[in-house]
């Protein structure tokens, strides 16, 4: 840094000024004064600061299952190698972890196949049952139409064989009423959450003692004689109810059958669940073999280092995400330093540095600026900035403080001056020479400064005799010399 002098005043000016005086009275000449030259050397401007030191990698392990540790013998300070498998689980637990997963899925699979072939069973059924029925409808419409072609003629003589047959009519409708209202109960209850079985049975008896009641009635509608027919016509209408009461009564079976095979039919929403549910099962059965695979490979470590925090030990059990412990890179090393407001844009990426511990020099560089800043202890806020050593020894302990050099500039065979020579004002950098025997004040630019030397951009030339002694203005003009060493 550069080191400028400060003006002088009061009592010290005087007495400096006196003291010159009297020595130059009694040499008899001019004032004598410490000199050095204008004279090329290396400059090279610094930025200092304290750190630690640190692995340049750091990486906390975390447990990547949950399970009993079953070997780890690491504490804080160790040092690990690549590839070293530091920590090894019990796999029991998860072993049982995958039985159970994969009795669980072998379960889902059997309910899945076993409730889709029923549903195809009965989707089988259902189809044939409504073929059934059309069959059905289309032979009754067959023999009630031959029937009533051979009454057509008979309506006046059949006046009070249709009068019966209206009433047996009446109970038939009301009979198929109560049918359709007993299926429909039936279906209803079939469909609740939790059916209720003795309901549905007691159910099932009645529309089968109702179809009883509905094939009696056809069965005495078809029976009732025609009037003035022949023995033939009259043969031909009896054997075609009887046909027709056959047919009824299976239709009325047939339709309650198709009924409840629909209803056992499942859809494909309740399919789509069922495969949910078994590819869910699958999926444990694979995240549990993925956790027992990843307890048998353990923790092995990515890079040689150093422990830094351990946090369990054997016979722990952790659970998955646990941190297990931090090691810290032991060849790629760092210094981690603040740096104040007043030298942060100084400090650039690749810039060079000089790391003291303990006395040993390393050579090293500035790798990282932080881009933000925070409080010390002094609380005063600064910028962490990475420089990592070219090339660490065993003798580079992790955790100990380092003292930073970093180089911000530097310039070789450039005019200089002492550090003790440069003054400066509101006008500029300066500093006193002696020119033809007297005091001279000259205004200077300046470039870069280290500890001892200033570079000199301007204002003085190689072998001018610079003053290192402390000097006032009232001194410019007046006579003097340098002194003999």
């Not at 073929?131 to 059905?136: G, K, R, W």
């Not at 056959?246 to 409840?260: Q, V």
């Not at 202890?377 to 380092?402: C, H, I, M, R």
């Amino acid at each position: 840094m550069k080191a400028k002098n400060i003006v002088i005043t009061g009592v010290s000016i005087a007495t400096l000024a006196g003291a010159g005086l009297l020595l130059s009275a009694f040499m008899g000449g001019g004032t004598q004064y410490s000199t050095d030259t204008v004279k090329r050397l290396n400059v090279s401007e610094q930025v200092e600061a304290t750190g630690e030191v640190h692995g340049d990698r750091s990486k906390t392990y975390y447990s990547s299952v949950t399970a009993p540790v079953s070997f780890y013998e690491l504490r804080v300070g160790d040092e690990v190698k690549s590839g070293q498998k530091v920590v090894e689980y019990d796999p029991e637990d998860l072993l049982n972890v995958l039985s159970q997963a994969e009795l669980s899925a072998k379960s889902a699979e059997n309910t899945m196949n076993g409730q889709v072939t029923a549903s195809n069973n009965n989707q089988a059924k259902f189809n044939k049952a409504q073929s059934d029925i059309e069959v059905y409808r289309t032979t009754y419409a067959l023999f009630r139409q031959a029937n009533d072609y051979v009454n057509q003629g008979q309506y006046q003589e059949n006046w009070d064989v249709n009068c019966i047959a209206q009433g047996i009519n009446k109970k038939i409708a009301e009979k198929t009423a109560e049918v359709n209202n007993k299926t429909f109960e039936l279906e209803v209850e079939e469909a609740q959450p939790v059916p209720n079985p003795d309901k549905i049975k007691l159910l099932v008896k009645e529309i089968e003692d109702l179809n009883k009641s509905l094939g009696d009635l056809n069965y005495d509608l078809a029976g009732l004689p025609p009037a003035n027919l022949s023995p033939e016509e009259y043969a031909q209408t009896v054997l075609n109810g009887n046909w027709m009461s056959d047919i009824m009564r299976n239709w009325t079976e047939t339709s309650t059958l198709k009924n409840t095979y629909e209803n056992q039919i499942l859809n494909k929403y309740q399919k789509e669940q069922l495969r949910n549910s078994y590819d869910l099962s699958e999926l444990s059965v694979a995240t549990a073999e993925d956790n027992l695979n990843k307890a048998y490979d353990g923790v092995d470590i990515e890079f040689d280092g150093i422990i830094t925090e351990s946090f369990i030990q054997s016979g722990t059990v952790v659970t998955k995400g646990t941190p297990l412990f931090t090691v810290e890179d032991s060849h790629n090393i760092r210094v981690d330093v603040g740096i104040s407001k007043y030298d942060i844009g100084k400090i650039a990426v690749g810039q060079r540095a000089d790391i003291d511990i303990a006395g040993n020099v390393y050579s090293g560089k500035v790798t990282l600026i932080k881009r933000i800043a925070e409080n010390n202890n002094s609380d005063k806020a600064k910028v962490t900035v990475q420089v990592t050593f070219d090339q660490p020894d065993e003798k580079v302990y992790l955790g100990l403080e380092a003292d930073v050099t970093i180089c911000i500039d530097e310039k070789q065979g450039t005019l200089t001056i002492p550090a003790e020579a440069l003054y400066s004002d509101d006008f500029g950098d300066y500093c006193y020479v002696i020119e033809d025997g007297v005091v001279k004040k000259t205004y200077i630019t300046t470039g870069l400064s280290d500890e001892t030397s200033v570079e000199v951009e301007a204002g003085l030339k190689e072998g001018d005799a610079v003053i290192t002694d402390a000097v006032t203005d009232d001194k410019v003009g007046t006579k003097a010399k340098s002194r003999q060493e």
